[in-house]
């Protein structure tokens, strides 16, 4: 009987080749994705621009405010290995731009559920006229009102989305406060976490979006903010981060500027911030697409870190009696390899961390993933003078450790 089914099911596939039904070709991330909003005009100092964009450290162009030359576009992003989301150039995909630096196509920003089904069809389209495209659609964040949303939750929103327009990467846009009187930072997280779930539950990666520049309620991010944002994603199983903008925006919503280059086309300091921070990140892309989520679990300064990290491949986080009580977001994860892996990240953005870590498995059987080389590295201890294992955590940041399989 087990022969007979193989053979029908062969069979059947053979008859809808035959009929040109061909299996639908999705798209495959095939690196970790580094962006950007608002991208550089394609005027006369064009490429010197994108050059500038490549060597911050940015591999993604999502491109849609300038009007678009495609053939010297494409020229361009080939000479500087960047890849390219385009807005839809129209509403028939049959002839959009097909070159292997274009990944594909923005159709939508920020939709409402009552546009779901609309955008199915269209995401469909581009699947049929484009095999291996993208059709890219990004979400509001989750202090969106009901009436944007079109939803009674967020969950159900993103949801929705997901189960009825069957997207092959999972994006929304939320930009935390960093205000001495308002701390939007656990609401970014639990938008994260809310990112995360339905992408497991999809089977999909996730991006998003994260704020660079002061605009409206939101003070000028400082390098550690950047970095915070940027760990947190990771955490939480990330498979792409985008500023929130590349070239300053022009509009009344953005007096002040300040995005990382300047109306005038001059650097601002985050520039040189996203190109430390950006760096690192494609020293540890190539690790960061082989995990998969396994839990996040975050210690506040009130908790017994022991009882909050069962299960995460750390045992415990402890402190030196004059540091501040601990704080810390840990990210667990699965490696394609069978091994297991944890990310460490310093929760505060105005204080270093110095902790003492456990981990689940002798030391000598950790490796960390140096941020400077990608080399997997013996993990070393930073205060050899104290007991324990020290480890030392700049404001935001998070590092990245390798567990071998439970027994």
């Known amino acids: 009987m087990g022969s007979r089914f193989w053979s029908w099911l ?25 962006g950007s909003w608002v991208e550089p005009p394609l005027d006369a100092r064009a490429d010197d621009r994108y050059r500038e964009m490549a060597a911050a450290g940015f591999n993604t162009v999502i491109a849609g405010f300038s009007e678009l030359n495609f053939p010297r576009f494409e020229d361009i992003l080939r000479r500087h290995d960047l890849r390219a989301l385009i807005s839809a150039p ?59 949303l079109g939803t009674a939750t967020y969950e159900e929103h993103v949801s929705r989305f997901l189960r009825e327009v069957n997207v092959d990467v999972l994006c929304m846009d939320h930009y935390p406060i960093f205000h001495p009187d308002r701390d939007g930072r656990d609401g970014y997280c639990r938008n994260l976490a809310v990112l995360r779930q339905q992408a497991l539950t999809a089977g999909i990666p996730f991006w998003n979006f994260f704020n660079t520049m002061p ?63 950006n760096a690192k990140l494609m020293k540890l892309g190539p690790t960061l697409m082989k995990l998969t989520s396994t839990g996040v679990y975050r210690i506040q300064p009130t908790d017994s870190p022991a009882e909050v990290l069962k299960g995460s491949g750390l045992l415990n986080v402890t402190r030196d009696p004059v540091d501040p009580p601990p704080d810390y977001l840990i990210g667990s994860f699965r490696h394609a390899d069978g091994r297991r892996a944890v990310l460490l990240m310093n929760y505060r953005f105005a204080f270093s961390a110095w902790p003492t870590v456990v981990f689940d498995a002798p030391v000598d059987q950790v490796r960390e993933l140096d941020q400077r080389t990608g080399r997997e590295l013996p993990v070393r201890d930073e205060s050899p003078d104290l007991p324990g294992l020290q480890i030392s955590l700049a404001d935001g940041e998070g590092r990245l450790f390798l567990l071998p399989p439970l027994p």
Not at 11 to 34: E, H, K, M, Y
Not at 100 to 115: M, T
């Open 90 to 148: 129209s509403s028939n995909p049959t002839n959009w731009p097909t070159s292997p630096v274009i990944w594909g196509y923005s159709l939508k920003d920020e939709p409402g559920a009552a546009e779901f089904p609309q955008l199915a069809a269209r995401v469909a389209a581009v699947r049929e006229a484009q095999p291996g495209k993208l059709a890219f659609i990004n979400l509001f964040p989750d202090y969106a009102s009901a009436q944007q």
């Open 10 to 34: 062969v069979g059947g596939l053979l008859s809808l080749t035959a009929w040109g039904q061909s299996p639908i070709v999705r798209f495959q991330q095939d690196r970790f994705v580094i």
């Open 215 to 277: 605009y409206g309620p939101h003070t000028d991010p400082t390098e550690s903010q950047l970095r915070w944002q940027v760990f947190a994603s990771l955490c939480y199983g990330a498979k792409g981060v985008l500023y929130f903008c590349y070239y300053t925006p022009r509009g009344d919503e953005f007096p002040k500027g300040g995005a990382i280059i300047a109306r005038d086309d001059q650097p601002t300091r985050h520039y040189e911030q996203a190109q430390r921070l």
